[in-house]
Structure formats: C-alpha cells, structure tokens
C-alpha cells in the first residue's frame, strides 16, 4: 500500500520529466508587404536557418536584392545557462528571455530582425527561445518552425 502511494505522488513528478522542451515565440510589430528584401550575413555563407528564411520569404513573394531597404538579420544563439535577455529601456527590470536555473536544461534562441535601411528603424521582429534537456540529442528545427510560423 505504500509503494502504490509513493508511485502516485511521483507521476506527476515524472511526467514533468518526460516533457517535450519548452518553446516560447513572440513578434513585435507589422510585417511588411511582400517585396525586395537582403539577408544581413556574418559569414560568406549561409547558414541552414539563413537558406530556410531565404525560401520562406520567396515562398511569401519576397525577392532577393542586394541593394534592397528591407534588411534581414538571423541570429540564433545557445547561450551559457543562467544567461538571459534583460529589457533594459524599461521603467521596471522585464525579461524578455529568462536565464534557466538548471544545469541539466539548456536554451537556444532564434532571433529575426526586417529593418528598413534608409531609416535604420526595425519593422518587425520574431523571436523564440527553447529549453531543452541537454542529455537528449535533438536538434533546433522545432525552435526554428515556431519562429517561423509567425512570418506569413
């Protein structure tokens, strides 16, 4: 009689544990229409989410142009656990990303930026960030197909 007690207090404990990872999207302003737009690279080539951004966009009705004014910007990071992103702009400290406190658990960010050139305001933002279970081997394509679902 005990163990089946001590197994009903640990279910919810372990179905904690087998959780899928947790993601978390957000967007911040208004997507502009379909036009010439310029992916904004940090290396000469591009990476796996650039070249999926890349046909997302085209699919959209987006076209590529070097000399574009709608500049994009890709940026997906893992950083270190314990590290978050703090709004510092605003009047009471707000987290945009917060750190994970677990050293079992780890976070990856994925963070996309359109910005009009000629003003050098950004239009529109997504952004996601995963925690995840560092000992499974999974990758960032659930990250990334969230982020992405909230660029029509």
Known sequence: MKFLFATLLALPTLSACSSHPSITVARIGTMPPPGAYHILRGSPQPTRIET???SKLEAGGFTVDDKASL????SFSAPPPKTGLLLGEATEPQ???PPTRS???GMRRLLITMTDSATGK???RAHGREVYRKK???SDEALQRSVFALIP
């Open 71 to 74: 500049v994009v910007q890709v």
């Open 136 to 138: 499974k081997a999974d």
């Open 52 to 54: 999926a951004l890349a």
């Open 103 to 105: 050293k079992s658990k």
């Open 95 to 97: 987290w945009l990303l």
């Open 122 to 124: 950004e239009i529109y």
